[in-house]
Nanobody
């Protein structure tokens, strides 16, 4: 059974950093496109970043460009989302998802994790 598990969320002050991890079992993440999504209270889920499977191209939501970085660690079967210069509006539950492809207009969403809370507040 495919399982994605996010970790690394927490409470951080504005301007701080967090690194989210998405670890997988039963699938090899290197073969999949991986996306990070977030959902804030009262808002729709939105795609934040994704990394393609074939050539590791990366895509970002405009509001996080230059602050967030998605990357893979194939030996650990893990995908990371490094989040710097965090803002209160980044507060949300963050989810990772795996699927077949990734582009600036399409994020993978075949398999989902349970989410991890990120709260940016002073």
């Amino acid at each position: 059974q495919v399982q994605l598990v996010e970790s690394g969320g927490g409470l951080v002050q504005p301007g701080g950093s967090l690194r989210l991890s998405c670890a997988a079992s039963a699938i090899t993440l290197d073969y999949y496109a991986i996306g990070w999504f977030r959902q804030a209270p009262g808002k729709e889920r939105e795609g934040v970043s994704c990394i393609s499977s074939s050539d590791d191209n990366t895509y970002y939501l405009d509001s996080v460009k230059g602050r967030f970085t998605i990357s893979r660690h194939n030996a650990k079967n893990t995908v990371y989302l490094q989040m710097n210069s965090l803002k209160p509006e980044d507060t949300a539950v963050y989810y990772c998802a795996a699927g077949t492809s990734c582009s600036d207009t399409y994020y993978p969403h075949d398999f989902w994790g349970q989410g991890t809370q990120v709260t940016v507040s002073s």
